[in-house]
């Protein structure tokens, strides 16, 4: 297991840079993992952020739909919000381990 | 060459067949590609266009004659005279739709609306609109384009594409 010194915090990532513990998650990494990632974090991306970690912790599978259901954002402004791949990235800047569904 | 130097970054696919799994087979490709942030354009002809005429798009079946991978719900054999039944494809059909549902896989018409609210392009293959006597206007109202075969592969272009036959 990798780790990553993000924001002078030492995080436990995979090669790829996505949390294993997404206990050690914080706002303000997330703001720096943003800003690797070219993402100026707003409260609109927060609100995703956190809607993604509470699904995770459920248990709930991710899905882009769920995304679109969620109430907060439709789908398209989810990709506008993190553009390239919105799943992957959105993972990676919450905290959590990278998303195993294929829709 | 590895797939870090060269990821794919451009995927054509190409859907010629109607049933709900082919259907499926190229919705789940062509919406995974656009979750990755891969341009994606998806072509539908013949069958396949029933995904994105406006009346059949949502009411797809799957075949229940002739296809030796069918099983019953508990994993025996599904019998090709049962399928033969009238009502039974309808009752398939609707069962796989709802298995699909549980797992978060939308309709027809909403995956093609994920799909463009993600970038991706939906056409039309003209030849075969000709064929089924389809006009634009009988197709789902996000349909790109209708285009000949030429067409689509100018748009096919490029180091890194694939194009993918379901």
Redesign the interface.
Known sequence: MAQKIIAGVTVDVTEEGYFTNPAQWTKELAMQIGIEENIQLSDKHFEILYFIRERFVKGE?L????I?NSGII???GF?GLF??????KAAKIAGIPKPA??? | MTNEEHPLKKVCIICAKGAIEDVYAAL?MG??AV???IETKLFFTFFGLDAITTKTMNSLHTGTVGNPAMRMPGGLPFPTLLGLIPGVEAGVSAMMRNQMEK????PVK?FL??ID???GEIYACKLAMDMFKLEKKDLWEGVKDVLTVGQFYEKCGGLQTQIIFT
């Open positions: 599978a899905t882009i739909r769920s679109g439709d789908i398209k990709y553009p390239g791949a919105p799943m992957k569904s294929c829709v | 789940v919406n995974g979750m990755e942030g797992l978060d896989i939308p909403e609306e994920m609210a993600g970038g």
